[in-house]
Structure formats: C-alpha cells, structure tokens
C-alpha cells in the first residue's frame, strides 16, 4: 500500500493499459485522475475499472470492498485536470513517437514540476520522444505486463538524460502499490519483457513457417511446459535446477547445441566462458550449490500446487 495518499497519480490514455494502472494505483489507495482524449471513452474506462476491482474482490485480492476503491479513480475532463496535484503521470497512449512527443510536451509544460512522467511505452524508449522537453530529467519508461494488477512486473527504464533520483522514486512508487520494478541499466528497444517474449515469438512463427509444428501444438508446449515451469522459476533458474551440478554443468553441457539453433536462425550469440561465470556466480549467490537439492524440491512442490490448483479449477487446454 502507498504509504502516503496524499499524492494524486494522473493517468494519460483510458483504455487496456491506463485502466489497468487505474486498477493498481486505486487498490493501492492513491487517488487516480484518468483523462483520454475521446471523451467518450472515460465513463466506459470507469466502468471497466469497477468490474475488475469486482472481481478482485471476489478472489480475495483486495484489502476492502471494490466500490470504496472504484471510488478513488475520477474522471479528468481536461488534461490539465488530470495532471494538476499529480506526484506521478502516467501515459498510456499509442505506441507512435509522434503522438508520445506531442503529448510528453503537454504533460511537461502542465504537470507540476516535481511530478514524474512515465511513459508505460512497450518498446519505445523514453529518449525517442522526450530528449527535447525542458523537463526531460523527470521522464522514464514505466512498462508494465499486462494485465499490471495480475502480472506486477515494471520495467523502471530510464534515459541516459534521467535524473537517477527520478527512476528511484518512479520505482519506490510503483513498488509501494504492490508492483516488482526491475531497473533496465540502460536503454534498449522493446526492454527486457518484449524482447524475451520477441524472442520466443519469433522462433514460434519460425516452427510454424518451417512445418515443424503448429500453431495449437506450440501453444501446448510453451502454456503446459515451459510456461508452467516459468511461472514458479525464470529460465537461468530453470536450468540451474535442471542439471545437477547448476548452471555452469549446463552451459557446458548444452552450450554447443544452444548455439548451433542460434546459427540455424543467424544468429551467433555463443555462450562465452566469462560470460557463463559471470551468470553462474551471480546464481551461486543465490543460491549455493549445498542448498541445490532443498531448491528442487521447493519447485517441484511450487509446480505440484500450480497443477493441483489448475486440476481444482478445470483449466481449459484450449
């Protein structure tokens, strides 16, 4: 929960991601302005809002009743409204430089000067559309999965024109409405989340292209398989537990193969030796290798209550 309500969060942009964040910053306690350019859209934004409070409620995954929550995001009938009084404006318009430059020099010029303006961009990075605002020192990416009140990972990246005490903040707010900020060192297109998901995606189109599989068939593997697993451990994890001996046995043992699949698709990207140790120490931090065992039997009794769960509920293969 945020620690002070006092601040107002001002949401740019009314539809899927800006009512999402609505959801979080709302669940949290913060009082919420949404202001959408289409009218129109902000009474139906509202609404939607309140049906997903709902059924947080009714999952148990609210500290109070939905309506009291509801009840702290209000419409902005001008941006400028929703900016006023702000801490943290949020925008959540399309993904086109034009439209994010155009209205980043809004948000700078209305916003109160110690707000933060973060762009919730899915590939963009905030210096290609906000280098030249006077305010640029106070503008980061915040890029959230989606839905952001399910999947509380954000992305906290910012330019190198970010004042560091900005990202801190962005990322102290974020984390205090119950999200998991990740700070990207450095700018890069699509940030971490897209290009792993680009990753797979794109060698998914390649199967598919290939004749290798189908599209069903690839959504098994990875919903029933490698999603399944990864919803308990990340994939350096993954693999870690895989192989007795941890990350380092893997790397020597599957390296090669790794990077004859990357060679096949041009890409030559082999897993290096500084590069293996530099991955292996910082998972031996994690976890020791005398603690390997007990850390493979927590994933394995994590995966059994996923299954057990999803048994329960009548998950839907399809």
């Known amino acids: 929960m945020l620690t002070d309500l006092s601040p107002r969060v001002g949401i740019v942009g009314a539809g899927s991601i800006g009512v999402a964040f609505a959801v979080v910053f709302a669940r949290a306690g913060a009082a919420v302005r949404l202001f959408d350019a289409d009218a129109a859209r902000v009474p139906v934004a509202l609404r939607e809002v ?14 109070e009743a939905a309506a009291a929550a509801a009840a702290r995001v209000t419409a902005a009938a001008t941006l400028a409204d929703a900016l006023a009084h702000a801490a943290l404006v949020i925008e959540c318009a399309p993904e086109r430089v034009d439209v994010k430059r155009a209205l980043f020099g809004q948000l700078d010029a209305l916003a ?3 707000a933060i303006l973060a ?10 559309f906000a280098e030249h605002l006077p305010g640029r020192q106070r503008c980061v990416i915040a890029h959230p ?3 952001p009140y399910l999947i509380p990972v954000i992305e906290i990246v910012p330019a190198p024109f970010t004042d560091p005490a900005v ?19 450095k700018e890069i297109e699509g940030f971490v989340f897209n290009r792993l ?8 189109y390649c199967l598919v292209r290939d004749g290798v599989a189908s599209v069903d068939d690839i959504d098994t593997v990875v919903r029933d398989g490698l999603g ?32 004859r699949m990357g060679a096949e698709r041009g890409q030559h990207d082999p897993w290096t030796p500084d590069l293996v140790e530099r991955v292996a120490a910082a998972r031996r931090a994690a976890l020791p290798l005398d603690a390997w065992s007990d850390r493979v039997t927590w ?19 399809r």
């Open 197 to 204: 998901q680009g990753a797979l995606l794109r060698e998914a």
């Open 145 to 147: 999965g989606n839905p």
């Open 112 to 114: 109160p000067a110690d």
């Open 299 to 317: 994933r394995d009794e994590q995966l059994t209550a996923l299954v057990r769960a999803r048994r329960e509920r009548g998950h839907n293969d």
């Open 167 to 185: 990202a801190d903040r962005a990322a102290a707010m974020f984390a205090q409405a119950g999200m998991k900020p990740v700070r990207v060192a």
């Open 119 to 128: 762009s919730a961009s899915s590939a963009l990075p905030v210096s290609s």
């Open 228 to 259: 399944l697993r990864w919803s308990v451990v990340g994939p350096f994890e993954t693999v870690d537990l895989n192989t007795r001996g941890g990350i380092a046995s893997h790397a020597q043992k599957m390296g090669p193969a790794y990077e």
């Open 50 to 63: 309140a049906e997903r409070l709902a059924k947080l409620e009714a999952a148990a995954l609210l500290d």
